[in-house]
């Protein structure tokens, strides 16, 4: 990291730790009777309270989204490109609060924390989180820091459903919901692929049932396969082409098994780094959160009627690449807002990067988020 | 089987074994010294021997295309829809051959065979097999059978790269080739399916490195990895929203690992079943052959002049919703056949299937094959 990195950003970051001792009822009938959830702000909260910013993460992110955490980091926060001074999330005016999500593996609460009952790693018995039971959590902190309504509440992907929970949940607590490259609830398809994954990981022998640690052992393998695989869901076939194609590693072929095309390679290589770094069990159980999110379970499979109980005023974003969760999946939501008579504005974006587009800094989707939250800093009088 | 499903089929076939002793020199330079290829042949080869037709096999697919080995099968050959007497491929009028593929697991010679050198089987020895490797060895089958040229070579995805490497490399060879649901070379996100498929093989302990033979052991769990993965790229995501959508295996969720969608379940039993019955180091080398194949690299990557060599009238055919090999994917050929002057017909199906559509009867699809072959054998005087 240079300077000028640190200059352009929100600079250099402490994530800290909101303990709550009142237990958490979750949707699977269970109860954490204590926990912690570990957060980052960014910005100052506004005297009247009213410039806050909650970002919810996708799968494999956390509450690290802007600036640097040590002069030495090599890379800012995972959505550095849209939050910092004079970016898209304007942190000179909102507040912005990032968090890990409970039963994450960076921090707050999750499969690797020590479960009160037994004195040991919760492991595979750490309950399986639904969207509600986040946004649930989400609402406690937000108390804990003195937040009684969201200026915004923005996510991408599973990061979406999360606002788009929020919307519905509580619904006199934010004025704006962004959802960005998301979905009403799964396909078929896509429940296909997060069982091939989670199967890639029970299949590991090292992963013991979710009891690895008890082994010292870890199922390195069958995460880095579940990683490998996501990320083909990631990128478009066209972004793909562009950067890979048929190009060979080595310039020629090898009438082998080691790698030959440089797809292969980028793709062992992802599937090694995130290996390295993720819980496995966190990855299981955000996976089965994005499987079982369907917020129209409560209301008669029902879109419009569910979104009808919604006050806010959404922002919808999609990818025109996006094959994990197409145009067509942000355009249900939409066309059952507008439905139930609500505010919203939609766009489905030009881009050829695949549903990894919402954390790439595109000119049209900074200038459209930016825009968008101008306005609301603007009516907000910030 | 009853007696009317037999009557209805080729009925009773009983596969036959050529063996080959003249040295077959392979695309990467390595030979094979001696080998058997397993078939089967429906119908009767005619007096000026002109009513042959060559079915070339998929990934997954064999000698056993139609028919039944005994009366207690539960199940024709693999494309006994299409193959039979009055069906599209009718056996009352043309000669069928059909054979497993060099390098296969059926009875031809691969990995589970003997190595003369050694004594033991080949298994990760056995050399990586090209396309035009697999049509070399065809062309020998035919001559053994007496077969200067065929009235049409065909075949399905895979397939089809055989049927379009046979008109390149023996234009005198074949009358008609007909290409199906398959692509003039992969993807890079073909590609990538490819590597996740042979990694979750590969990181399978019991594989050791392709010698899992001489450890009585077999990487059941990786290669049912790979077969759900692929098997979620032969559906289309319409289909599986008709056929198992967000279904519920015992009617609600179970808040853990288990099963909780039918499509899981689906994807499990593909992967158990295939597991049981084919052997892992065929699969990796069929699917290395597929990421190969290129038939533009000895024409400067050029298309047109690659296909500019062949003499035979071409059927291509595509169907809707196939996102493995989309009919974007047919049509480059087709065009590269019309730039080359060639004899093409093509027709882009409708169809809900997805890429498993060419294993499917449906009506146009039958229409259409049968009409051109039944055009075929009329020319042909047969």
């Not at 990320?231 to 890979?244: A, E, G, P, V, W």
């Amino acid at each position: 990291m240079n300077t000028e990195n640190l200059k352009n950003s929100v600079g250099l970051v402490k994530p800290k730790i909101a303990s709550f001792s009142d237990p958490l009822t979750l949707r699977c009938q269970r109860q954490i009777e204590e926990y912690d959830l570990i957060y980052e702000t960014y910005g100052e909260l506004n005297t009247d309270k009213s410039n806050a910013i909650l970002i919810c993460h996708a799968l494999s992110g956390n509450h690290h989204a802007a600036g640097y955490h040590s002069e030495t980091d090599k890379k800012p926060g995972w959505w550095d490109t849209c939050i910092g001074p004079g970016k898209a999330i304007d942190t000179n005016r909102f507040f912005v609060i990032s968090l890990n999500n409970l039963g994450g593996c960076d921090g707050s609460t999750g499969p690797k924390s020590i479960n009160p009952e037994t004195g040991k790693a919760y492991g595979p018995d750490f309950p399986i989180m639904a969207v509600r039971d986040w946004v649930k959590s989400q609402a406690r902190l937000a108390d804990y820091l003195g937040v009684e309504k969201f200026a915004a509440v923005i996510g991408g992907s599973l990061g979406g459903m999360q606002a788009l929970r929020w919307s519905i949940d509580y619904p006199e607590r934010l004025d704006h919901c962004i959802i960005i490259a998301s979905a009403p609830k799964l396909t078929a398809q896509n429940i296909a692929f997060n069982e091939v994954a989670r199967q890639a990981i029970y299949r590991d022998p090292d992963f013991h049932e979710g009891r690895y640690m008890d082994f010292n052992t870890y199922p390195k393998q069958g995460l880095a396969l579940a990683r490998m695989l996501g990320h083909i869901t990631y990128l478009s076939d066209d972004s793909m082409r562009q950067k890979f194609g048929r190009d060979l590693r080595t310039g020629k072929l090898n009438f082998g098994f080691d790698i030959d095309f440089e797809i292969e390679s980028y793709l062992r290589y992802q599937g090694e780094r995130f290996s390295d770094q993720f819980d496995a069990n966190t990855y299981l159980l955000m996976t089965k959160a994005l499987d079982y999110f369907d917020p129209t379970v409560d209301h008669d499979g029902d879109l419009v009627k569910t979104v009808s109980q919604a006050n806010a005023e959404f922002l919808v974003i999609s990818f025109s690449t996006d094959w994990r969760f197409s145009p067509e999946r942000s355009e249900e939501l939409v066309n059952a807002l507008i439905a139930a008579n609500k505010t919203v504005t939609y766009s489905e974006l030009e881009s050829p990067h695949g549903h990894d587009a919402f954390l790439i800094p595109m000119k049209d989707y900074i200038n459209l988020l930016g825009g968008y939250l101008d306005r609301v800093a603007t009516e907000g009088g910030f």
